[in-house]
């Protein structure tokens, strides 16, 4: 950390602009970056306290910025230090993450000259390219020829899993997901392999939605089937399973009712039902036609997906078709 922030210092020393954007001098600002760091930089576990001795912590805003430092720092010496027949004829850099291109049979040597500079807070490791690839982040570059052509790597071990499609996650970060591939590969291949990564997002795309079944979806048109072969038909733009709980609560309501109109009924405490058994149970039939029907049948009643229809409209529709073309126990036969 101390490399660091006297490398931080230097690069405020000879910034022009500095008291352009503050009153503080570098000094000033060396050591309010240092209290945040080290002072600062502690935590209780338990009853004990405990600091952090070397690096910056994760999770700081200030960490990618002395990264960036030290790294520029790193990068400075080591060109200024190296012999000249070992020096990259390309060097790369994403924070700690090098792209090189090296005269032949100096790879290890500027490798040996990086890690001898501060062996103590950095140690280099190397990936040679096999077979004229070599992956540098989120892209494969390959060489052919004198040509370097890019496309996008996705390492081995990468499930190619992502966000549900049925996860509670907002649509807009479903949306993000795919338009973030998608991006990608524009901004990483070249023409000739756009193709071929596209059709690779769209099957991870396909391929990672959880297979519902049909009961399990929203926006359905249904069917609950007596055995003794009475039907009705409705629909929903929730799933079967919730809209089918609501109809065995009407018929719940009834039974209630009729078991207190019988005198069979559990007494509660509390206060007293807002409505005689009578009205109560003119309510649950009135709720629903499959209560209507069960109120007369002993027969038990099984729900079934007929189709799945997302949009409002035509679910409306085909439901309304489906009544008018089957002998239903609906109360509006399809025209409403």
Known sequence: MDITLNALENLLDKDSTLSQRTSLKAFHVKKLVSFCMKEANYFRFGEQCFMQNSGAPMGSSLSPVLAEVFMEHLEEIAYSTANESI????????????????????????????????P????????????????FLDALVIREGDRLKTTVYRKPTHSDRYVHFSSHHPRWVMRGVISGMVERA??????EFLAKDAASVRSIVRNDKVRLAPNEKPGVIYEILCTCSASYTGETGNTLSHRYEQHPSCLNRYKNALNDQKGLGI??????????????????????AVVEHASRCDGQMYPNVITNEPDFRSRKIKEALYIRHNVVINRDKGTE
């Open 267 to 288: 007494k509660r405490r509390g206060r007293p039902r807002k409505l005689q058994p009578n009205e109560a149970m003119d309510e649950a039939i009135k709720a629903s």
């Open 186 to 191: 524009r901004a990483i291949c070249d023409e």
């Open 120 to 135: 103590a807070c950095i140690s280099f490791t190397i990936e040679m390219e096999e077979d004229g690839r070599l992956p």
């Open 87 to 118: 020096v990259p004829v390309l060097f790369k850099r994403y924070v700690d993450d090098v792209f090189a291109i090296t005269k032949s049979g100096e790879d290890e040597a500027f490798l040996n000259h990086l890690n001898s500079l501060f």
